[in-house]
């Protein structure tokens, strides 16, 4: 795993889904093709609603959609509320995020499926956070987790905000994920 993760946040709050992470006329696309699984960047969080964009900040795209070969986004951390990836469970919701140019999800607590799939797929890292960040961070902040030490460090302001520790998923998430992890183990 990397000594730490720095970049922007983007931030939102609760409860934000998996249509809104990757809404459902977009899967269209074959992630086993290379062209088409960039697509899934592109769109990642289109399907948010105008306004709950980039919170506290207001309208603010992920993505900048005003060049159409852009698919990755400027952001590197997404920094959720409760319930983050909830509603389907589909697992191209932490792909989209991936392909966008995501590290890692910070968020209050995450519905099952998405962590899994995140965890699983080897997509990006879900954090949880002790405290809830949203407010405390803006979209654009300059932020760093530090994995070693459970922190998440916001460079604006100077605060460190705790992390869970990652527990019985990190060597999943350290090999790349649940295929990768079976092979180093000799379980295929």
Do not use: W
Not at 38 to 63: C, D, E, H
Not at 85 to 107: D, F, M, Q, T, Y
Not at 122 to 136: C, T
Request: include cysteine; hydrophobic fraction near 35%; glycine fraction near 12%.
């Amino acid at each position: 795993m990397e000594e730490s993760i720095r970049g922007k946040a983007y931030v939102l709050g609760d409860n934000i889904d998996t249509d809104q992470i990757i809404p459902a006329h977009y899967l269209m696309y074959n992630p086993a093709i290379p062209e088409e699984r960039r697509q899934f960047g592109r769109y990642a969080l289109s399907g948010v609603p105008a306004g709950q964009n980039g919170l506290p900040g207001g309208n603010i795209p992920f993505v900048d959609q005003t060049d159409p070969s852009n698919t990755r986004s400027e952001f590197s951390i997404v920094i959720g509320g409760k319930n983050f990836g909830c509603g389907s469970s589909r697992e191209h919701a932490p792909l989209a995020l991936a392909e966008a140019g995501i590290k890692a999800v910070v968020a209050e607590f995450y519905a099952r499926s998405f962590f899994r799939n995140s965890v699983n797929g080897g997509y990006l890292i879900p954090y949880e956070s002790v405290e809830g960040l949203v407010g405390k961070i803006h979209t654009g902040d300059d932020v760093e987790i530090r994995p070693a030490e459970n922190v998440l460090i916001n460079h604006r302001t100077g605060e460190r905000h705790p992390l869970k520790p990652l527990g019985e998923v990190a060597p999943i998430i350290e090999a790349g994920g649940i295929f990768e992890y079976a092979k180093q183990a000799g379980m295929l």
